[in-house]
């Protein structure tokens, strides 16, 4: 949930940061052309890019082993518990089913 907080937090930042710039270009009148949409999907795209980028990073240095560990640890405890009570349930079954 931090990951999500802070990455939240920075689009927020990005966008009132660009809107600040877009409120400083207003009082300059540009003639609309063809080439402005190119314009936007470039900026846009940049924007896309610089935003990937810092959250990978941050990805990165908030990456740590020990959480692997765990994950890895609770990933194979979960299977063997699943394996276990599927061939109960399965036993089960088997013997509703067969009738002794």
Known sequence: MGLRFLLALFLVFLVLGHEAQGSLLDG??????????AQV?????????????????????????????????M?????????????IFTDQLLTMLKGE
């Open 41 to 73: 999907q470039e900026s846009l795209s940049t924007y896309w890019d610089t935003a990937r980028a810092a959250a990978q990073d941050l990805y990165e240095k908030t990456y740590l082993n020990s959480v692997d560990e765990k994950l890895r640890d």
């Open 28 to 37: 300059l009148e540009q003639p609309a052309s063809p080439a402005l949409l």
């Open 75 to 87: 990933y194979s405890k979960s299977s063997a518990a699943i394996t276990t009570y599927a061939g």
